[in-house]
Each structure stands twice: as structure tokens, then as C-alpha cells.
């Protein structure tokens, strides 16, 4: 091997470090929770969607989802992920039965209040 065939090979080598991806982490739901009880809802919603994206039939998930949006208001659109939720896994065994009932509850009165993990 020469000189110039071992500087060519190392550039290329180099290139194609340069050039890929770097995968982040997926995010936790801990993270997810840790966000938006800061008041970070854009940060979490961010990591939700990354989430849903790579489990889009985890019950769990949309359970988490639900709360995330109910958390800021959008009670149509919790609504829907939680019937999500139960359609995936009917009545929720991997949820805490009180968060479930804290969200059915806060869906029903259609105010914010702290969610219940």
C-alpha cells in the first residue's frame, strides 16, 4: 500500500464517520413526565411524538398522552388517545387504576389539574 492509496482510505474513512447519523436516545416516559411537570409541554409533547412514533401501539404511550394533553387543556384530543389507550389494552393493567380514574375524572370536569402516574 502506498502512501497516497493509505491518505485516500483514511480520508474516506473519515467521511463516512462524518457522515453518519447520530441517534439520539429514545426518550423515557420519566423524561416525558419530568418535562411537563416543569411546565416544559412543547419539550414533552416533542418526546411523546418520538415515543408514539417508535411504539405507535403501546397502550401505555397513549395513556401518557392522554395525560400530557389533558395536562394543557386539549381534552378532545386526550380524550382520544386514552380511548386509544383502552382500545389497545382494555382496561389499562399496566396503569396505575388511580391514574386512570384521575384522568377519567379530570376529562369529565374539563379543568387542569396535576397528573396522576
Known amino acids: 500500500m502506498t502512501f497516497k492509496s493509505i491518505a485516500r482510505n483514511s480520508l474516506v474513512t473519515s467521511i463516512l464517520a462524518l457522515c453518519t447519523p447520530v441517534f439520539a436516545a429514545e426518550p423515557t416516559i420519566h423524561e ?47 380524550r382520544l388517545s386514552l380511548a386509544t389507550a383502552e382500545q389497545l389494552s382494555p382496561g389499562l393493567p399496566k396503569v396505575k387504576p388511580d391514574a386512570v ?6 376529562l369529565a370536569s374539563g379543568t387542569a389539574v396535576e397528573s396522576g402516574r
Open 101 to 106: 380514574r384521575k384522568l377519567k375524572s379530570l
Open 32 to 78: 416525558v413526565y419530568v418535562a411537563a411537570e416543569a411546565g416544559r409541554y412543547d419539550e414533552a409533547q416533542s418526546m411523546m411524538d418520538q415515543v408514539l412514533l417508535a411504539h405507535p401501539n403501546s397502550a401505555t404511550a397513549h395513556f401518557v398522552e392522554a395525560e400530557l394533553l389533558a395536562k394543557q387543556g386539549k381534552f378532545a384530543a386526550a
